[in-house]
């Protein structure tokens, strides 16, 4: 027999970043020249990445996310699916609804909202939500749940991968934790560079300018936290 049923097209990560980026933009009041500006980039770069033909990089997300005053999560985290009404960040455990653009209410104390049914949240390897930014760089996030006030990631990083593709560090806020799990990582934190092998692990003030990038011949993997301060929508 036929399956009839009509199944939902899930859009891809970078897709969707163009959508709920061009949205937020829109609701702020903002020209896409005037953003790309301000950012650092070509107002076309800008149109690509709202069109969800190309992924920005790391730098320039972070930048994006800064300048409209939302969170990375925001911007890269699919639809709440209907299945799952009420356990995301942004509903909450009323189900009550964030405004559009607005970084969710989530963080550590939606965890602590969620229904009895929800009492872990487990992140299964072969369902992660990850981005691939176009320059050896790849994002997995290690939550099902949005999280404003954490991003928990594995950051992966081919060989020649970088975190900015002109090596131009630069900073947002936030503090960094992470501890590198394969291969090596190279991070540039204002004047100092550091060599991170297998086991090391780094903490830093994300204000501070900084890049990464694989400067070996294998492919480097990296458990890593970004703590965020409180946002204003």
Request: aromatic share 6%.
């Amino acid at each position: 027999m036929t399956d009839t049923t009509a199944h939902p097209v899930q859009e891809s990560p970078a897709t969707t970043l163009g959508t709920r980026l061009r949205a937020v933009r829109l609701d702020r009041g903002e020209s896409v020249r005037g953003l790309a500006r301000r950012i650092g980039c070509s107002a076309s770069l800008l149109s690509q990445i709202e069109l969800g033909k190309t992924a920005p990089s790391v730098g320039i997300l972070y930048r994006l996310a800064n300048e409209l005053s939302v969170s990375t999560d925001f911007l890269l985290r699919p639809e709440p699916s209907p299945s799952r009404e009420g356990s995301t960040a942004e509903q909450g455990a009323t189900g009550a609804t964030a405004a559009p653009g607005a970084a969710p209410t989530g963080g550590f104390r939606s965890l602590q909202l969620l229904p009895p049914s929800y009492q872990a949240q487990i992140q299964r390897a072969d369902s992660r939500r990850g981005i691939d930014f176009g320059n050896g760089v790849r994002w997995e996030r290690l939550t099902t749940i949005s999280d404003s006030q954490v991003d928990f990631l594995e950051i992966v990083y081919e060989p020649g991968g970088s975190s900015n593709e002109d090596d131009h560090s630069g900073g947002h806020e936030g503090f960094e934790y992470g501890i590198v799990t394969a291969g090596e990582l190279t991070i540039r934190t204002g004047d100092e560079e550091y060599v991170l092998k297998q086991g090391d692990s780094i903490a830093f003030d994300s204000l501070t300018p900084h890049v990464f990038r694989n400067a070996g011949t294998t492919t480097a993997r990296a458990i890593w936290f970004v703590v965020h301060g409180t946002r204003t929508s």
